[in-house]
């Protein structure tokens, strides 16, 4: 089974990598890259070096994190082994031959890259996150190391779509309260108490707000594809044991 990605044009090698091409078995199967989980450590470390080599990367120098929805962001001079990664939800680098990735099963994977500065990074959103300003906060980190943000390119993969993704109050309110004018992200719900999210609409959103120049979706709904990705909501509504997460890595 051969590896897939989904690509956007950010001028580093850099892949959105789906659940094939891996050794895990299971629910698992077959490119899950989450250490977390109950996975065989093995097995996820031979799947994580499989996505770096596919991207021409040393697997020695793929770094993660210990995500946690939040907006904090690593600056990465040096790599540190798996799984020892600091708990933070974005990292930026400048250093030549480190590779960043992301683990998602929903929420969305960003990819980020100012070729002319030498600058890149990634981030995990979920609404939370996205909300409390981790986009803003990585374009910032990246800034702080060299790079311009109209020289930013950036862009969002695949993730929870908005007909999959019905949501409470219990989300909407927050974002409302955050900007008003979020409303438009907010579809129709089964009734008067739900409404569907987009999620990788409000990123776009917030990184064109930000200042990125043309900011992309790469459009992938990860809980409507179940042969491509790991889908935590989809695990949820079927009442499902645990779950693999897909990982999504740039690098210089």
């Known amino acids: 089974m051969s590896i897939a990605t989904v690509e956007a044009d950010l001028k580093f090698p850099h892949g959105f990598f789906t659940r094939t091409g891996g050794v895990s078995e299971g629910p698992f199967a077959s490119l899950n890259c989450s250490l977390s989980g109950a996975d065989a450590r093995e097995a996820v470390l031979e799947n994580r070096a499989r996505a770096a080599r596919h991207l021409g990367a040393d697997?020695?120098?793929l770094v993660g994190l210990m995500q946690v929805h939040g907006a904090d962001v690593a600056t990465v001079e040096t790599p540190w082994r798996p799984g020892e990664g600091p708990r933070a939800d974005a990292m930026v680098t400048s250093r030549p031959g480190i590779a960043l990735g992301i683990?998602?099963?929903d929420c969305a994977?960003?990819?980020?890259?100012?070729r002319a500065a030498g600058v890149i990074g990634a981030a995990h959103a979920g609404?939370?996150?996205?909300?409390?300003?981790?986009?803003?906060?990585t374009l910032g980190a990246m800034v702080a190391l060299g790079a311009r943000i109209d020289c930013i390119t950036a862009a969002v993969g695949p993730c929870i779509?908005?007909?999959?993704?019905?949501?409470?109050a219990s989300l909407r309110d927050p974002v409302l309260a955050d900007d008003p004018a979020s409303a438009r992200f907010f579809a129709p719900g089964v009734d008067a108490a739900h409404w569907r999210f987009d999620l990788a609409a409000y990123c776009?959103?917030?990184?064109?707000?930000?200042g990125v120049p043309a900011p992309v979706a790469t459009g992938q709904d990860t809980l409507a594809e179940p042969a491509r990705?790991?889908?935590h909501r989809r695990r949820t509504l079927a009442k499902a044991g645990p779950i693999g997460h897909q990982i999504s890595i740039i690098t210089l």
């Open 161 to 168: 779509g908005q007909p999959s993704y019905e949501v409470t």
């Open 204 to 210: 776009v959103h917030r990184l064109a707000s930000a």
């Open 59 to 61: 697997p020695a120098l």
């Open 229 to 231: 990705f790991f889908s």
């Open 109 to 114: 994977p960003v990819l980020f890259a100012d």
């Open 127 to 137: 609404w939370r996150g996205a909300m409390g300003g981790v986009l803003e906060a």
């Open 103 to 105: 683990i998602t099963a």
